[in-house]
């Protein structure tokens, strides 16, 4: 048997190299044009077309229809499926949203993207005096209409969002069609980035109000977080002086915690195979 060398060693495990950052990529953002990949990894369009094509045929990646980009496929839970997963952004907001309720007693809580809504992934509500939600746990929360998304929508990249509204556009639930109003949505784009925070859409006889913030790695948004409060007991204007500071402080306590985790990658070379 023709023995392994270093550089066929090499050549061999950079396109896996490669695949797996592609993978982290496309996780991180729920779905990704070709030209996102491509600023994301620093790999040249016809590599990531190539390993691309690879993981879609493997089932680890679909293509997203009228070149809406590619996501993650259900079949990349079975790479975690020897670990306890715990999203890391969550793990890194828990110790900060649980002190935000201890000082100012309203319920706080993270949600992350899931495909065209967003998915609420922790709450501090059952340490909360004051909340009068249901368990939002787990659950997945309208773009347009919830903080949390209006928050994300927001403050995204113009390309992910162009893919997000694409995708909501197209789908057929009430709690989206907003998102065909484009006069509207740019409004609440417009307002939510002059703000700093989103809002809740105003729903009848809901009594909360959700102030929200995106947790920002560069120009992506890792996650959103959020403040829930009673709004016939403290106004807008009210909630906005008192809390938008400290929430805008977690959200960036939170964005360095993981950016100390994150372990330094080597850059990536290309060799003259994929």
């Known amino acids: ?18 695949s797996l950052r592609i993978l982290e990529a496309l996780n991180r953002r729920g779905s990704a044009s ?10 040249p369009k016809p590599t990531l077309v190539r390993l691309l094509d690879t993981l879609i045929e493997g089932g680890y990646v679909v293509r997203l229809p009228r070149r809406g980009g590619y996501q993650v496929a259900e079949r990349v839970l079975r790479l ?4 306890r997963h715990r999203e890391r952004v969550v793990d890194a907001a828990r110790p900060f949203l649980s002190a935000l309720t201890a000082q100012y007693k309203w319920s706080f809580g993270i949600a992350t993207l899931d495909r065209n809504a967003m998915r609420m992934r922790y709450s501090t509500r059952q340490q909360s005096p004051f909340d009068t939600d249901p368990d939002y746990t787990n659950r997945r929360l309208p773009m347009l209409i919830s903080a949390l998304g209006r928050a994300y929508i927001s403050f995204c990249p113009e390309e992910e969002r162009e893919m997000l509204l694409g995708m909501l556009r197209a789908s057929k639930s009430p709690a989206n069609a907003p998102a065909r109003d484009e006069g509207h949505v740019a409004e609440i784009i417009r307002r939510t980035r ?23 790695d560069g120009e992506n948004v890792m996650a959103c977080i959020t403040m829930r409060y009673i709004n ?28 100390e985790e994150e372990p330094d990658l080597p850059p990536m070379k290309l060799s003259n195979g994929v």
């Open 80 to 83: 975690s499926g020897g670990y």
């Open 34 to 43: 070709l030209a996102v990949l491509h600023e994301a990894t620093g790999l």
């Open 232 to 259: 016939s007991a403290i106004s807008e204007q009210e909630a906005v002086k008192r809390y938008l500071p400290a929430l805008q402080r977690a959200a960036r306590a939170i964005a360095a915690a993981l950016a």
């Open 1 to 18: 048997m023709k023995a392994l060398t270093k550089k066929n060693a090499s050549s061999g495990v950079q396109p896996v190299i490669r």
């Open 194 to 216: 002059e703000k700093g925070y989103a809002t809740t859409a105003p729903l009848p006889g809901d009594p909360a109000m959700g102030m929200s913030v995106p947790v920002m």
